[in-house]
């Protein structure tokens, strides 16, 4: 497998834990100094750095939920140590509310770990759904 495979590897199986909700398993996909920037203005907007902040946002996560986090992944793009992924989500939200997002990430890759991670979705439903 070439390393552009290999990123493309680690970044879907990462993605599969998160939205597996197996918080432990994706951090084992991230490196010790990560950088995750989340789009947006809000409690987990913007940037998070290391692996304590990374676990807090995922944990966060966990207590929206109302049963599994469905994934469908669309393209995995790779070059260099980057790597960008379409993904679209679905879940039931404690709330009681259905939580139905679509994503963009761009992942870089070091070491075969994702050392930094931007997250783009849309806010507007995230607010409407969650707040």
């Avoid at 807090?56 to 929206?64: E, P, Q, V, W």
């Avoid at 679905?90 to 770990?113: C, E, Q, S, V």
Wanted: glycine content about 6%; hydrophobic content about 40%.
């Amino acid at each position: 497998m070439n390393n552009l495979e290999e990123n493309k590897r680690i970044c879907r199986d990462f993605l599969g834990y998160i939205t597996s909700v197996d918080v432990p398993a994706a951090v084992d996909c991230v490196t010790d100094d990560i950088e995750w920037w989340v789009q947006g203005e809000w409690p987990n907007g913007n940037f998070h750095h290391g692996k304590p902040a990374f676990v807090a946002l995922f944990d966060n996560l966990k207590d929206l939920l109302d049963g599994p986090l469905h994934a469908e992944f669309g393209t995995f793009t790779a070059e260099a140590d980057r790597v960008a992924v379409e993904m679209r989500s679905l879940a039931k939200l404690r709330n009681g509310k259905t939580y139905k997002n679509t994503y963009h990430y761009l992942f870089t890759i070091r070491d075969g770990h994702i050392a930094k991670g931007k997250e783009y979705l849309d806010t507007k439903h995230l607010f409407e759904s969650i707040f």
